[in-house]
Nanobody, 126 residues
């Protein structure tokens, strides 16, 4: 099927930047959407951003709009999340996910994504 491996997490000061990487392998042709989710302790898993693999169209949660950028390489096998102007509220485990659905809503839901990475921790200190 699809294997996803995240990397690039770490600890940074508020105002700093990180770039997360999601390396995809296996039956990646079946994935129409790639997304980043995050989950902080005691909170629900929330969608951060997604990209349509065929067109490159992107969408972001209001909380990260203007600060985060999702992108993919030319082979569409690697997805990135560039995170700038980080704030402590961004602290969470970040997960890469892939969806085989033909259509998803702008407010992405974890249930619509069938393939997941193991997660990478992002910690932002004040």
């Amino acid at each position: 099927q699809v294997q996803l491996v995240e990397s690039g997490g770490g600890s940074v000061q508020a105002g700093g930047s990180l770039r997360l990487t999601c390396a995809a392998s296996g039956a990646t042709g079946s994935s129409n959407f790639m997304a980043w989710f995050r989950q902080a302790p005691g909170k629900e898993r929330e969608g951060v951003a997604f990209i349509v693999r065929r067109t490159g169209y992107t969408n972001y949660a209001d909380s990260v709009k203007g600060r985060f950028t999702i992108s993919q390489d030319n082979a569409r096998s690697t997805v990135y999340l560039q995170m700038n102007s980080l704030i402590p509220e961004d602290t969470a485990m970040y997960y890469c996910a892939a969806s085989r659905l033909a259509t998803i809503r702008a407010m992405i839901a974890p249930a619509d994504f069938g393939d997941w990475g193991q997660g990478t921790q992002v910690t932002v200190s004040s």
